[in-house]
């Protein structure tokens, strides 16, 4: 196939993936990630990138957007005053080392792996979206001390392992912990860029298989599916957050549980099945 019709390919599957998923980012609150991930990797393995490395390349793509798009929503948010900076700055240490053991063990692993593992989690935090309660608390208060020093990295690890930033492992802790919600999303858009910063910065030093990376890839990151889909969602997020504000965000949020579910099993499928 030559290349610049590969390239018109897979721009057009990228402009829509960037287009749905900034209209849910915006709509729902939820970051990109979680639909970017599994988006990549449908996107990719029809144009015919497969092997062992390929969800490699879908979670460090992914979280590539995420420096863009968090950077912009702590902006926004911080004119506000919404954003918890105490919080971001205590916890930013194990956020940042947990991503950076993430890429280390995102490197070591083969694809069908980190399937099995996105599944999962992402069945997890579907199934927290459709059945969890608002009214839910561990505590009053974002913990300290040994509590802190063991959350924080497991909550960047994981993080990297789902290609996402903040969002869907940070808001439910926060507000698990007493963080008024407007709070807790705006803080953990700074979640966000602690994560995807420094694992952008290492997943572009894991090298993928030439014969196996799509043209413009840089270590695990590919270009051309980064600035699409952040041009995209730059575009659309304004749009799915005028929509939240003529609907009920509740069933919604049901709606998208039942998707991430649906996608997550998906994605064990294949795993399994290969």
Aim: aromatic share 8%; proline share 5%; net charge positive.
């Amino acid at each position: 196939m030559p290349e610049t019709l590969l390239l018109v390919q897979m721009a057009a599957l990228l402009l829509a993936l960037g287009a749905f998923a900034g209209v849910l980012a915006g709509l729902l609150g939820v970051g990109g990630g979680i639909v970017l991930v599994p988006g990549f990797f449908y996107v990719f393995e029809r144009l015919g990138y497969g092997g062992e490395q390929l969800m490699q390349m879908c979670l460090a793509t992914s979280l590539a957007t995420i420096i863009v798009t968090s950077a912009r929503s702590v902006l926004s948010h911080n004119k506000k005053g919404a954003v918890a900076w105490e919080i971001l700055r205590t916890w930013a240490p194990g956020i940042v080392i947990g991503a950076i053991i993430g890429v280390a063990v995102v490197a070591g692993l083969r694809s069908s792996t980190l399937q099995i593992l996105f599944g999962v989690l992402a069945l997890t935090i579907g199934l927290y979206l459709g059945f969890g309660r608002a009214d839910w608390r561990l505590g009053s208060e974002m913990p300290g001390g040994i509590v802190r020093a063991a959350l924080s990295p497991v909550v960047g690890f994981l993080s990297v392992l789902l290609g996402i930033g903040g969002g869907s492992l940070g808001v439910p802790l926060m507000t698990l912990y007493g963080t008024p919600i407007h709070r807790a999303v705006a803080t953990a858009a700074g979640f966000g860029i602690l994560i995807a910063v420094p694992s952008v910065i290492a997943f572009m030093l894991v090298p993928l298989d030439p014969a196996l990376r799509p043209p413009f890839t840089i270590g695990s990151v590919n270009l051309v599916a980064f600035g699409l889909v952040i041009a995209m969602t730059l575009l659309t997020a304004p749009l799915g957050a005028r929509m939240a504000h003529g609907m009920d965000p509740k069933p919604l949020r049901r709606v998208f549980a039942v998707f991430l579910v649906l996608v997550a099993l998906n994605m064990l499928r294949k795993a399994l099945a290969g």
